[in-house]
């Protein structure tokens, strides 16, 4: 079994301890642990969760002049470090 949780022709995670050939959509790095993005909108809503531990994310969101960005969270539960 591969270690995104997935199987393809070029999964050898177990056999030469390389990692997955192809993360889950939205996804990326070695051990598919790693995303984000650019969010460049108007208005809109983004909806994150069930986020894996150790996830490494990160997130930029713009927005043109005179606008604003304003953030809501219904939930937030941070890792300590």
Known sequence: RCNNGTWGPQDN???SGKYCSECRPGWSGGDC???GGVI???QGHLILESYPNN???EWTIQ???P???KLRFMV???ESH
């Open 13 to 15: 995670f177990f056999n």
């Open 33 to 35: 642990m790693k995303c």
């Open 40 to 42: 460049r909108k108007q």
């Open 55 to 57: 996830a490494r994310c």
């Open 63 to 65: 927005v043109d002049r």
């Open 67 to 69: 606008f604003n960005i």
């Open 76 to 78: 937030l539960s941070l």
